[in-house]
């Protein structure tokens, strides 16, 4: 069964960085585009970034872009977001999800990882 843990969350103050990882199994990593998305306190999920199979293409929602960087080791089955110059919005459960063979749909994603950014 498709099995996706993330890891690397934690408590970080504004202007720090997190790397975020996610440990995928149950599938055939490499041939799924993967994507982390996020929820923040009292709001709904929120689509933060994008990887193609090959991690040749990457993309961004614009509240993070130039900030953070999404990553993947398809030999390791592992996905990752390193995170710069976090800010107190990025504040959030953040889950890495497996795509489909829609673009931009996922159908499954992980218990998540809380990051919490404050001084």
């Known amino acids: 069964q498709v099995q996706l843990v993330e890891s690397g969350g934690g408590l970080v103050q504004p202007g720090g960085s997190l790397r975020l990882s996610c440990a995928a199994s149950g599938f055939t990593f490499s041939s799924y585009w993967m994507y982390w998305v996020r929820q923040a306190p009292g709001k709904g999920l929120e689509w933060v970034s994008a990887?193609?199979?090959?991690?040749?293409?990457?993309y961004y929602a614009d509240s993070v872009k130039g900030r953070f960087t999404i990553s993947r080791d398809n030999a390791k089955n592992t996905l990752y977001l390193q995170m710069n110059s976090l800010k107190s919005e990025d504040t959030a459960v953040y889950y890495c999800?497996?795509?489909?063979?829609?673009?931009?749909?996922?159908?499954?994603w992980g218990q998540g990882t809380q990051v919490t950014v404050s001084s």
């Open positions: 990887i193609n199979t090959g991690g040749g293409s990457t």
């Open positions: 999800a497996k795509g489909t063979v829609v673009a931009g749909d996922y159908d499954y």
